[in-house]
């Protein structure tokens, strides 16, 4: 079985992945109420088949994207705390448990391993694995790395050696890389000022230690990235090793649980109540690039196949970031309201109308703020960017424009035409109450408005449907074809208007009468889809058809605030969530 584990509602516009550095992205969150067995979680794990394996102090849990199956000790496991999960060469999934047993998954059940009463007798039954220090050779030998018993083999007749050094170099932290592998083996007495690494038949010596440990715990891990760097921790060091290089040591501020390598041979750095770490490149002397989940206990961290990355934790399950997926931006990272109206894309700016008199410009994951009303409390209501790359701004109040160099001009609503410098006249209304803009076909931009609509170009405001026409319409949603035709989604329904005629297709079709928030159109198949506000979706063949999709058909509302049509996709945002037809 293979499976996507890339969350169908990624809401990706192209944009979003320039702002990862964000501080505060929107994770999935898996708990015991999505099916865990437990919230205490100390591996995760993907097989050649593309499932997820979680293990847990209850068992270990096989997720396939959808549901979560779990695994304890009634169906075979040899304990229930599993520390590690790993798959051979065979295809076999072994699981590490504590006290030091072994089990493995194969062909739908799961087998206890078969010299598991060695390991009981000639170990002890409190041997502690070191998480990575496990392999599977292609000849049945395994390696194991226990805290304060070495590195121990077994072959497949159940023979078993003890591999850590002894004497004077027993004192030694003996790293052996093997196999993009680094097993770890630790005796009953140790120095850390002495590390030793054993490859490809080389054996070095390093000495690094300069200062007083603070915490006692024995736990210690090893990992080899892509450019061949070891990194090594224990307690709260971190410790690098590159093939010609010296080593590089940092000490966090709180106690390392685990370290990970991602595809990008970033370094991930597991804490104590302090979240999650990323290191650029495996350069732990670095300021880290990401600080995530601050104030939780990481016990894991796992990238896929599909760069998503998944965060294990001691209390709280798993929190899973998918790649390319959503970052938030608060006013604590610099927007001036957290009531973000309206979005328009600019080159790679991303600008953001707000519940009042700014618009916010993200770029290079910077925020700036521009202000653009002088009134207190006015808000921006509609955003449009034109083939000038400026952007056209409505307010309640007035109509404005920012061009590329940040130059701001303001028109407000006279009679017969629009200027920046118009006296008010009394017979008419000054002031703008703009619902949304739309680009037209010949370069002008159409507004429209709560009581009319009104066509604007070269700075002049050349129509207005109240004043030339005395067609007044609430205006939520305006559309252009390339033929012309302007479509007009108001408060009774649909409107057409082309050649200076208006039509109301509302008296074609009744479905068409109902409030419409937003018009999209389809060039492939010739169809325009309008959502509606209490209506749910309607698709409209220009030919002849309106078919409703309403919440019996899957919709989570029937009150559609926004619609984006990508290739074949169609993005339905409503008060109860996000949708893609």
């Known amino acids: 079985m293979r499976f996507s584990l890339k969350l ?77 999960v790993y798959e051979d060469g065979s295809g076999r999934v072994w699981f590490v448990s504590f006290p030091c047993q072994l089990s493995y998954y194969y062909d739908g059940v799961i087998h206890e391993y078969r010299y598991n009463d060695v390991l009981k007798t000639q170990i002890g039954g409190y041997a502690v694995p070191f998480k990575f220090s496990f392999t599977v050779s292609d000849n049945e030998v395994i390696s194991l790395g226990l805290m304060y018993e070495g590195l121990i083999s077994i072959d497949k007749n159940g023979k078993l050696t003890k591999l850590h050094p002894s004497g004077k170099a027993s004192r030694s932290v003996h790293l052996y890389v093997k196999n993009n592998k680094v ?23 390093f000495y690094y230690y300069d200062r007083p440990m603070n915490y006692t715990h024995g736990q210690m891990m090893a990992v080899i990235n892509g450019r061949d760097q070891i990194v090594f921790m224990q307690n709260n060091l971190l410790a690098s090793f590159s093939e010609n290089g010296e080593p590089e040591t940092r000490y966090m501020d709180y106690r390392i649980f685990g370290i990970y390598p991602d595809h990008k041979n970033n370094i991930w750095v597991a804490t104590d109540k302090n979240g999650v770490f990323c ?27 599909e760069a998503g990355m998944w965060f294990a934790t001691f209390t709280d399950g798993i929190f899973y970031l998918p790649y390319g997926s959503f970052s938030s931006y608060t006013v604590e990272e610099g927007l001036s ?12 700016e991303v600008i953001l109308g707000t519940n009042d008199e700014f618009i916010n410009i993200l770029s290079d994951n910077k925020i700036k703020q521009t202000r653009i009303s002088i009134t ?154 309008i959502g509606t506000k209490g209506s749910g979706l309607l698709v409209y063949n220009l030919r002849d058809s309106v078919y409703q999709i309403f919440k019996s058909h899957g919709l989570s509302s029937n009150s559609i605030s926004s619609l984006l049509l990508l290739g074949d996709y169609l993005w339905i945002g409503t008060n109860y969530g996000l949708n893609v037809l």
Do not use: C
Not at 22 to 40: C, K
Not at 196 to 202: F, K, V, W
């Open 8 to 84: 169908l509602l990624i809401f990706y516009f192209g944009l979003l992945a320039l702002f990862l550095q964000a501080q505060h992205p929107v994770f999935r969150h898996f708990t015991i109420d999505d099916g865990l067995p437990s919230s205490e979680i100390y591996h995760i794990f993907q097989d050649s088949k593309g499932y997820i394996w979680i293990a847990t102090n209850m068992g270990v849990s096989r997720y396939d994207g959808n549901k979560f199956t779990n695994f304890d000790k009634q169906d075979g496991l040899a304990e229930n705390t599993v520390f590690e």
């Open 183 to 205: 097993l770890v083996s630790q005796g009953k007495d140790m120095d850390l000022s002495n590390l030793t690494i054993h490859r490809d038949g080389s054996i070095k010596k």
């Open 279 to 305: 290191f650029e490149d495996g350069n732990i002397t670095s300021k880290p690039i990401q600080h995530l989940l601050k104030d939780v206990s990481i016990s894991a961290v796992f990238q896929d196949t």
């Open 337 to 348: 309201s957290n009531n973000v109206n309206t979005i328009a894309l600019r080159n790679k």
């Open 376 to 529: 207190e409390n006015d808000r921006i209501q509609a955003m449009n960017i034109d083939s000038d790359e400026s952007i056209w701004i409505g307010t309640v109040e007035y109509l404005y424009k920012v061009n590329q160099a940040g130059e701001i001009v303001k028109f407000s609503n006279t009679k017969n035409k629009l200027s920046s410098n118009a006296e008010h006249n009394e017979r008419s209304r000054n002031i703008f109450s703009i619902k949304t803009i739309t680009n037209s076909v010949d370069k002008g931009i159409w507004l429209g408005e709560s009581n009319a609509f009104s066509k604007f170009k070269n700075n002049e405001l050349i129509y207005n449907s109240l004043v030339v026409d005395s067609v007044g319409l609430r205006t939520e949603a305006l559309l252009q074809l390339d033929d012309g035709t302007l479509y007009i989604g108001s408060m009774n329904g649909l409107w057409k208007f082309n050649n200076n005629e208006f039509f109301y297709l509302g008296k074609v079709n009744s479905l068409l009468s109902n409030r419409i928030t937003d018009i999209k159109y389809s060039t492939k198949n010739d169809l325009l889809f």
